[in-house]
């Protein structure tokens, strides 16, 4: 039998389930109208549905709810309710739905040695075949948003509350885009509190209605007795990435002259699976001799500097090191994926040492504003790495991804960092001085 963990169950607690209810429009909804609370367990929007909004509860004529779980039943006061034992994202039901209501199972699904909800190959091969947007390390909620925009009538409302990654992280692409060709968006920003006890992740509630296309609401929700205050209005959201915006950010892209990706070409380093494979091959080995060197991994990123002093656990002649990437041949900044105290660690590699896991490498383009950074002279190698891991490892960008990506974030990824504003030492030493002081 399955165990919570393994099913992506979260339990959602009352007065979260209240909050989601109170976004409906219920104008929209017609008599003889069609509910569905897929993933139900014990049906907790049905049933906070039933209890505060009993007019509206009359005016369902089919209410549905729906759980892998053979083991789920249903309150006995649910008695217009109908349960469906089956795998939400196979299952193909004649009705469409005016309303469809809950929370989605988080996590990625695979084999059980690695992923936390475990699936067989072949459920997951039938899940990518249904789901149009599954991409990359697909997460199950994320599947669930597709599948239930899809069972919508039109003018139909999908209220989920689910976490806030599918904004602006790369596998969400598509998704991005389906939900905005399929109709009206409104996120609303709630944080970390939601399932304290369960997890700590951070969540949204995703309010969707499926009429006019393209238009996107972001609201910030975080206090529980306060109501929902509007960040951001968009008329004609494509898809794009969404992040939130503050005084602080806009005064950083305000003042910034470029942006990471104007001045770099963003790799990242081998991964370990990679660096094993070359250890069998014995072209990489766990002990130096001549001609060696190491190869550094996370742990030897400092804010600033290279921490060439600490030991290394593989080592690769120092002729082979273009083996693993053909930049490991010249000096370049490195960049870590995650934070320490509130930073990003960058630094500049003078030794041009290999690298590998959590690292990102900026690998200087050829572009014509260059010259913007250099100590001298228009030449691309004069471009100030001193200066740009400074300010990479600086508190200053640390708030900057903090307030545009909120908690959502636990490492930065290759589409963040290569929007990073850059700013020129002048205005950041400028701005330093006030935010810092």
């Known amino acids: 039998m399955a165990t919570i963990k393994e099913l992506g169950r979260f339990v959602t607690p009352a007065d979260v389930v209240n909050k989601m209810l109170s976004l409906i429009d219920f104008n929209l909804i017609p008599d003889k109208a069609s509910v569905l609370e897929p993933a139900c367990y014990d049906a907790p929007f049905l049933s906070g549905l039933q209890k505060y909004f009993p007019d509206a509860w009359q005016r369902f004529e089919t209410i549905h709810a729906l759980d892998i779980d053979p083991n789920v039943k249903l309150p006995y006061y649910l008695n217009k309710a109908k349960l469906i034992h089956e795998d939400f994202l196979l299952w193909n039901p004649i009705n469409r739905y005016d309303l469809i209501l809950g929370n989605p199972p988080y996590g990625i699904p695979g084999d059980a040695t690695h992923y936390p909800i475990p699936v067989s190959i072949d459920r997951k091969k039938q899940w990518k075949k249904t789901i149009s947007t599954?991409?990359?390390?697909?997460?199950?909620?994320?599947?669930?948003?597709?599948?239930?925009?899809?069972?919508?009538?039109?003018?139909?409302?999908?209220?989920?509350?689910?976490?806030?990654?599918?904004?602006?992280?790369?596998?969400?692409?598509?998704?991005?885009?389906?939900?905005?060709?399929?109709?009206?968006?409104?996120?609303?920003?709630?944080?970390?509190n939601v399932f304290k006890g369960q997890a700590s992740v951070s969540v949204v509630f995703l309010h969707f209605i499926k009429s006019t296309p393209n238009q996107l609401t972001l609201y910030d929700w975080q206090d529980a007795d306060g109501q929902p205050r509007i960040m951001q209005r968009v008329n004609d959201w494509n898809g794009s990435e969404i992040t939130f915006s503050s005084e602080f950010t806009r005064e950083i892209e305000n003042n910034s002259i470029v942006r990471i990706h104007d001045l770099f070409a963003v790799h990242i380093s081998p991964r370990t699976p990679e660096i094993k494979r070359a250890l069998a091959e014995k072209w990489i080995f766990t002990d130096p001799c001549d001609n060696s060197v190491p190869i550094l991994t996370s742990k030897h990123l400092k804010h600033g500097r290279v921490a060439y002093e600490i030991s290394s656990k593989y080592f690769i002649n120092i002729r082979d090191k273009t083996k693993l990437r053909k930049f490991f041949d010249f000096p370049r900044l490195v960049v870590s994926l995650g934070f320490h105290d509130g930073r990003l660690a960058a630094a500049y590699d003078h030794k041009a040492y290999p690298w590998m896991g959590d690292v990102y490498h900026l690998i200087p383009k050829n572009v014509s504003k260059r010259n913007l950074f250099s100590n001298n002279g228009n030449h691309i190698e004069n471009l100030n790495f001193e200066y740009l891991s400074i300010y990479l490892s600086s508190y200053l960008i640390g708030r900057y991804i903090k307030e545009k990506y909120r908690d959502f974030i636990y490492h930065i990824n290759k589409q963040q960092l290569m929007q990073l504003p850059v700013l020129s030492e002048a205005d950041f030493n400028k701005l330093s001085d006030k935010h810092e002081a």
Do not use: C
């Open 134 to 192: 599954w991409q990359g390390k697909y997460n199950l909620y994320a599947a669930f948003i597709e599948k239930a925009i899809r069972l919508l009538k039109p003018d139909g409302q999908l209220t989920f509350v689910v976490p806030g990654t599918f904004m602006f992280l790369d596998e969400f692409q598509l998704l991005r885009r389906f939900i905005a060709h399929s109709g009206t968006t409104n996120i609303y920003y709630v944080g970390k």
